[in-house]
């Protein structure tokens, strides 16, 4: 997660000779969680991550949004859906720039590996530093989209930043139908540019999106008595159309 390096620790030996200068032994230290930069951005991240946001289940990721904007003396707003927008005044002498929106989902893909106990609807999720990575410990991290909501908060809680008016949106139920999305309202955001925070690669900004849309499709059958035979033969040529396949 972050693009320094691993700083190295100087060992010095004792095995020499008499008199001879101590003989430096270079090795690796490893990083920890306090040495990932932006240190504000992974702050609020590993905050983040003690709190549980399933799909569906956000209330207590948005009961956390509104703390934190109670706790700045932000504007806070949450919608119907359980959108919550954070509003910032522009720095003095900015408030006539163009009020820009910064968004990104806050549910996560809830996973985890078959060996690990662990429950979405209570339990944080384990972070651990493996090399220059950050991972969770046998679960999904949820850095999809944490880490745009970390960013947002860190530029929140960050006075020395100059800018415009800011509108920080956090929408809910990304991961399993865009809900949040959907639902927004007419009126909720006044901004005039909107930037989203969960795109897939560091560095690059996309100009458009394709965008989702869910399809229901009907259709009718008509139930006749399956041939003898008729799955054994089906399976063999499957089985054989794979083979020619691969």
């Known amino acids: 997660m972050s693009s320094d390096k691993s700083s190295k620790l100087t060992i010095f030996s004792n095995k020499r000779k008499q008199n001879e200068p101590p003989i430096p032994i270079i090795k690796e230290k490893s990083m920890e969680k306090k040495d990932l930069k932006p240190a504000g951005v992974f702050k609020y991240f590993e905050e983040i991550c003690q709190v549980p946001r399933p799909s569906k ?23 119907e859906a359980g959108n919550v927008l954070i509003k910032k005044p522009a720095t003095p002498g900015k408030e006539n720039f163009q009020t820009v929106i910064l ?31 950050l991972k969770a410990k046998g679960t999904t991290l949820g850095a999809d989209n944490g880490i745009g909501v970390a960013t947002e908060l860190a530029i929140l809680a960050d006075d020395s930043i100059e ?33 989203n925070l969960d795109s897939e690669d560091e560095g690059e900004i996309f100009i458009g999106c394709a965008g989702g849309i869910d399809s229901v499709a009907e259709f009718s059958y008509k139930e006749v008595e399956v041939p003898a035979g008729f799955l054994l033969q089906s399976r063999s040529k499957r089985t054989e159309r794979r083979t020619l396949r691969w």
């Not at 590996?113 to 493996?130: A, G, K, M, R, Y």
């Open 57 to 79: 289940k956000e209330e207590k990721i948005i009961a956390y949004l509104k703390a934190f904007g109670a706790k700045h003396n932000l504007e806070t707003n949450v919608d």
């Open 103 to 133: 968004q990104s989902h806050i549910d996560m893909v809830c996973e985890k590996n078959n060996d690990v106990q662990h429950d979405f609807l209570t339990d944080p999720i384990e972070t651990e530093i493996d090399g220059e990575w």
């Open 163 to 195: 800018h415009g008016p800011l509108e920080c949106l956090f929408t809910v139920d990304e991961e399993t139908g865009l809900t949040g999305a959907f639902e927004l309202k007419e009126g909720f955001m006044s901004g005039d540019i909107l930037l």
